[in-house]
């Protein structure tokens, strides 16, 4: 088994494939079906033994570091247009990449505007695991 | 095995072996130990007294404990005959223990934690799952949070005011794992009334069962929000609003106003309302009027906003409105709502639009992008013809 991250970007992934308007364009049922396609996509993954978590993240972040001794934290941002910007993730512990691939692609496919495919990227990240007991 | 009475019986349990002198901090692991071994051997072996199984399995669990800790520090083993027990006073050390629990050097993630532990006697396992976080984690806060109040002296009576919040958190936010805390939080706040007289305890147990009592018509089969003027009110639990009303009413009569008490008035006026267009919102304003002049807090004055706009009409809502910081949580939502009704749509949309990318929770976020899709995608009604 190894665990991946199946992370989902708003911006800073490969060109769209579809040119997706912002969720408030859909019609309400549009919306509706693409939120129980991931709902339901989860559930499968908890009935098969292979979801870990998921979570959304609000849109805007700020950049935060160290500024030295008895000094307050510097910020920066929020950035209205980073060229990045994740919005969420889900963790998956699965047989094989192969198997990993498989779901991010199932999770792409879910209904965007006439209930037809997103064909989303998703970005596939192997977690980097315990080190094994028995080297030689 | 019934897990609640197991559990109503924590507060008392602990109040013996705090009695018999034994320091928080130890008597509530004690505690903890004598619950988790009931678990396992009462369904097969049910005790006929609980109570005095459980005092004295967690006694012998201290002493067991303080032993191991005496021989450790090379010290004379002081305790050993089970004392007899102190003079009864269940009551007061029930109300001792929540005080102590939701103490103001306290976080209030530290308090909540302690609070469910040691007066609702969760285990730290169900805690954790019920905040999503590592058991480890969990057991971690609550050990230091009983470090914190181990040494408190209950020489002056504490304030009702922070066991309260305690209970509205509990009571308000959390996940749901196998623990109902909305349910339990009630519980506490009922086991809380027992043990003292105050109209704000009150107010605060009508405003739980008010709310709870429309817990089946706030979601959608699909888990979506349903927003209160499109809920349908014959799934809201008829019992527990009138047991919520009677217990505001005796609690009103005693003519001293407080939070809880006016946000439960608040709430029965909807509950009493066969249709949410019979709701009594000139009423609501005042109660959100009072609210204002009680706490002086914002979301009470967004809130009543809200009620304005409904009883004077959107104009008078959005002039509610515009004395308000526009930072405020949920300001562009109401903001989204009141335009609408005032028959902006372009307008009401783009706000929707921005309330749901400030929304605090994917609930919200998909109820308020749904309205914004809905506003972009069909077109207006016809006006009245």
């Known amino acids: ?136 | 095995m019934d897990e609640v009475l197991l559990r109503s019986l924590t507060p008392a349990v602990l109040g013996v072996l705090v009695r018999r002198g034994v320091d928080f901090a130890a008597a509530e692991d004690a505690v903890q130990d004598a619950l988790l071994e009931a678990w396992r051997v009462w369904p097969a072996d049910p005790p006929r007294d609980p109570m005095a199984w459980l005092v004295t399995v967690a006694w012998r669990r201290f002493l067991d404990t303080a032993r191991a800790d005496a021989a450790r520090r090379r010290r004379e083993d002081v305790v050993d005959e089970e004392p007899p027990p102190g003079p009864v006073s269940g009551v007061d050390d029930t109300l001792q223990l929540y005080f102590r629990c939701a103490h103001p050097s306290l976080s209030p993630s530290s308090a909540v934690a302690l609070t469910l532990r040691a007066v609702g006697g969760l285990t730290t396992r169900q805690i954790a799952r019920a905040y999503l976080v590592p058991e480890a984690t969990m057991a971690q806060r609550i050990s230091r949070a009983k470090r914190t109040v181990a040494g408190v002296r209950f020489d002056q009576p504490g304030d009702v005011a922070t066991v309260l919040r305690v209970l509205y958190l509990v009571f308000n936010e959390g996940y749901s794992g196998d623990v109902d805390l909305a349910a339990e939080a009630i519980r506490l706040t009922r086991q809380l009334a027992a043990a003292v007289d105050h109209p704000e305890v009150a107010g605060l147990l009508a405003l739980m069962l008010l709310h709870h009592a429309r817990r089946a018509g706030r979601t959608a089969p699909d888990g979506s929000l349903v927003p209160l003027a499109e809920q349908d009110r014959r799934r809201w639990d008829t019992d527990l609003i009138t047991e919520g009303v009677a217990i505001l009413q005796t609690a009103l009569s005693r003519d001293r106003l407080g939070e809880f008490q006016a946000q439960a008035a608040v709430a029965a006026l909807h509950a009493d309302a066969p249709t949410a267009a019979e709701t009594d919102w000139v009423q609501i304003v005042e109660w959100y009027d009072e609210l204002v002049r009680l706490t002086d807090s914002p979301v009470a004055r967004l809130n009543r906003a809200v009620a304005v706009g409904e009883a004077d009409g959107p104009r008078a809502g959005l002039a509610a409105l515009a004395a308000l910081d526009d930072t405020l949580p949920r300001y562009a939502a109401v903001a989204a709502h009141l335009h609408e009704r005032d028959g902006n749509r372009s307008t009401a949309a783009r706000l929707y639009a921005e309330a749901a990318r400030k929304a605090p929770n994917l609930a919200e976020r998909d109820h308020l992008t749904r309205q914004a899709a809905r506003l972009n995608t069909t077109p207006p009604p016809a006006p009245p013809s």
């Not at chain 1, 559930?43 to 959304?56: C, H, I, K, M, P």
């Not at chain 1, 779901?103 to 192997?126: C, D, K, M």
């Open chain 1, 1 to 136: 088994m190894a665990k991946y991250l199946l992370l989902k970007h708003y911006r800073g992934g490969p060109t769209p494939v579809i040119d997706m308007p912002p969720f408030d364009r859909w019609t309400p049922e549009e919306f509706s079906a693409h939120i129980q396609y991931m709902k339901d996509f989860a559930a499968r993954l908890e009935e098969s033994g292979e979801f870990v978590d998921s979570e959304a993240l609000a849109p805007e972040g700020t950049f935060v570091r160290y500024d030295g001794e008895g000094r307050p934290p510097v910020t920066d941002g929020p950035f209205a247009e980073t060229k990045d910007l994740i919005a969420g993730w889900m963790v998956i512990d699965v047989d094989s990449y192969e198997r990993a691939l498989e779901l991010a692609a199932e999770l792409s496919a879910a209904p965007g505007q006439g209930g037809r495919p997103i064909h989303e990227w998703l970005e596939v990240r192997p977690f980097m695991t315990a080190p094994p007991t028995i080297t030689e």
